[in-house]
């Protein structure tokens, strides 16, 4: 007896009607495979794509299935190496702009002062690094600092006009002005 499912299969592999996928089933006996065959011989149904043919057995239309599996996979293949393009477009991207950011931080630096003179020179990258790993032990020093008179600038060739020193030098004055306060 053919069942609606064996007329679907066939159907979906040969690209037939209903009316002739149940024919040719009922004719093999419901063999999906040897209908495949005889709609072949009828010329109905084209051959297998590259040359190869349909095989009887376990394994039921070997050929069809190698055919879906192999599109598949150069479709995975291809849509993983779109993926992996852009991962490492964006990957160099990345490390481009982390090397950038390294040499503006190695080339700029920060400059503590005393009296008008240089006491200290830090790249930022340090300044940034012993921010990060000893904040309890920097900030706090920076801050007593200001009020022994140090003042604080960052210099370099990307820094201009720069809104950062302009607040660095506005605590520093509100650290003097706070400083005179307390001896009066």
């Not at 037939?16 to 010329?43: F, H, P, V």
């Not at 006009?161 to 605590?171: E, F, Q």
Request: glycine share 8%; proline share 3%.
């Amino acid at each position: 007896m053919v069942t609606l499912e064996q007329v679907e299969k066939l159907r979906e592999y040969a690209d037939i009607s209903y009316d002739e996928a149940k024919a040719a089933l009922e004719n093999t006996g419901g063999d999906i495979l040897q209908a495949l065959i005889d709609l072949e011989r009828q010329g109905k149904v084209k051959p297998p794509q590259g040359g190869g043919q349909y095989r009887s057995g376990s394994s039921a239309i070997v050929c069809s299935q190698q055919t879906e599996e192999s599109s598949y996979n150069n479709s995975q293949s291809s849509h993983s190496t779109g993926e992996k393009s852009a991962f490492n477009k964006n990957m160099r991207r990345f490390f481009a702009w982390m090397g950038d950011v390294l040499h503006k931080g190695n080339v700029n630096s920060f400059v503590v002062e005393k009296d008008g003179n240089s006491v200290m020179r830090l790249p930022i990258s340090v300044l940034v690094l012993l921010l990060l790993f000893a904040f309890w032990v920097v900030v706090p020093l920076l801050v007593v600092g200001m009020f022994f008179g140090f003042r604080y600038l960052i210099t370099g060739p990307d820094i201009k006009g720069s809104r950062v020193n302009d607040a660095m030098n506005s605590v520093a004055d509100a650290a003097e002005e706070i400083k005179k306060d307390i001896k009066n």
